[in-house]
């Protein structure tokens, strides 16, 4: 018997309760949460469940969340708490409402030079504190790049692609970088 997808109102690991569908994209479902036992607003990520059946995948993903959990630095979305459920694996998050670079990029077009460096510069430390933890962003791009309601840039999505080498890190911020000032992703 196949198990429901989750839906609003429901409640994952006996505390928190989904309380918005944000949207979905590779890395999977997002949705906005509140934490019951401590009276604050989480986000929650249901990793793309496509491939749970195939062995192995869940000890993976659990093992990327636990690498992505010890992250602890000002501009990484920090995760709070890794759920292995039978609807999927979640991913317990803080909550930094605001808009991906992606998203402004769409709305407003390319950024100006210093608004590109300023994004860009909080990126990088994150991916240089990540880098010495041992940890490689490796799916990095525009939409992975939070702009919160308080102007501080944080890096999200760790958790779907912990570990390997950083180099791919630095052509992917490139790439970004150059989204950013021309409003086109960078020819392949």
């Not at 198990?3 to 409640?11: I, N």
């Not at 962003?137 to 958790?159: I, Q, W």
């Not at 490139?174 to 086109?184: D, F, N, P, R, V």
Request: proline share 6%; hydrophobic share 40%; aromatic share 4%.
């Amino acid at each position: 018997e196949a198990v429901a997808p989750p839906k609003e109102g429901d409640v994952l690991g006996g505390k928190y309760r989904l309380t918005t569908f944000v949207g979905s994209d590779a890395a999977g479902e997002q949705w906005e949460a509140v934490d019951t036992a401590l009276n604050r607003t989480v986000s929650v990520r249901r990793l793309e469940a496509s491939s749970l059946g195939v062995p192995g995948v869940r000890e993976k993903l659990r093992a990327e969340s636990r690498t992505a959990a010890a992250l602890q630095h000002p501009n990484i979305v920090a995760v709070f708490e890794a759920l292995d459920l039978p609807n999927g694996v979640f991913l317990v998050m803080e909550h930094a409402p605001g808009r991906t670079v992606e998203q402004m990029l769409t709305a407003a077009g390319p950024f100006s030079p210093g608004g590109a460096r300023r994004v860009l510069e909080s990126a990088a430390a994150a991916l240089d504190y990540a880098r010495a933890q041992g940890v490689s962003h490796r799916g990095l791009k525009t939409a992975s790049l939070v702009v919160t309601d308080g102007g501080v840039v944080k890096v999200r999505d760790f958790a779907s692609s912990a570990g390997g080498p950083g180099g791919d890190d630095l052509r992917a911020l490139g790439a970004c970088l150059y989204e950013m000032l021309t409003g086109s992703p960078l020819p392949t």
